[in-house]
């Protein structure tokens, strides 16, 4: 294992019940980059994410983080002690509650001291929000929802943050906007592991592609060399209508 890197998966099976979406399973993602987890509906992205932050057990394998076997550690003991951030696909706010009280809610393992200290560093980047700091988050729009959401992961400090497909929903200029915030935490420092069905506008500001089909790795390449792969578009962009058509359900060559 390198020196740079994060995350690390070993073989690493994992699943539903007795049904395994990760089939032996091994990767690796840079520390302090954007590394997209690419490939079909079903092909193990979103599951990989889950059983990285501890939502699902690994059955076999071992997950390592900076080098230290975190394999079975909850979903509190990653976010508290390893500095790990999920934001999950979709919205999941309290809609009732205002913008403050989301954040405060964010940020119920610092204590209510730390967590208004460090609320204003994080409106500080969604000025936006600072405007509807008092609105109900369901009165949000769609954009201004995937900022709250990122922005209470934030409150944490997170070493790793882990996305969900943030595009969806949202309007391709609050997408840019959510991509370079992405961008920026990286050159921080920060470590992104993103799942994206906008494939390639997420290449563009990504550092490193991982593909997976049927729960294992087949492709690992900087994101800017796949970017400019002519194949891109049947394997990537348009591989759900080729697979649809083509006859067995094999893609065509």
């Known amino acids: 294992m390198g020196t740079d890197c994060a995350i690390e998966f070993d073989d690493v099976v994992a699943g539903y019940g007795d049904f395994m979406i990760l089939n032996n399973l091994s990767l690796q993602a840079r520390r302090g980059k954007i590394t997209l987890l690419l490939g079909p509906n079903g092909a ?12 699902l057990r690994v059955r076999r394998g071992r997950i390592r983080l900076d080098g230290q076997d975190i394999t079975g550690a909850s979903a509190k003991a990653l976010l508290v002690e390893h500095g790990i951030a999920f934001v999950p696909q979709g919205r999941n706010l309290f809609g009732q509650l ?44 769609g954009g201004e929802q995937k900022q709250l959401e990122v922005g209470r992961a934030l409150l944490l400090r997170p070493k790793v943050i882990l996305i969900d497909e943030p595009s969806i929903g949202l309007s391709p200029l609050v997408v840019a906007d959510v991509f370079k915030l992405l961008r920026q935490l990286a050159d921080q420092g920060t470590t992104v592991l993103m799942v994206e069905q906008n ?49 067995g359900g094999v893609p065509a060559p």
Do not use: C, W, Y
């Open 199 to 247: 494939v390639r506008s997420a290449l563009k500001m990504a550092d490193d592609a991982i593909a997976l089909e049927s729960g294992r790795l087949v492709l690992h390449k900087p994101a800017g060399e796949l970017l400019a792969d002519p194949n891109i578009e049947r394997l990537f962009l348009g591989g759900a209508h080729a697979m649809a058509a083509a006859p």
């Open 44 to 55: 193990g992205k979103s599951t990989a994410l889950k059983t990285l932050f501890g939502l």
């Open 98 to 141: 205002s913008v403050h009280e989301n954040l405060e809610l964010g940020g119920i393992t610092l204590g209510m001291k730390a967590t208004h200290e460090r609320i204003p560093e994080v409106l500080a980047r969604f000025p936006r929000l600072q405007q509807r700091l008092h609105s109900a988050a369901a009165s949000l729009s």
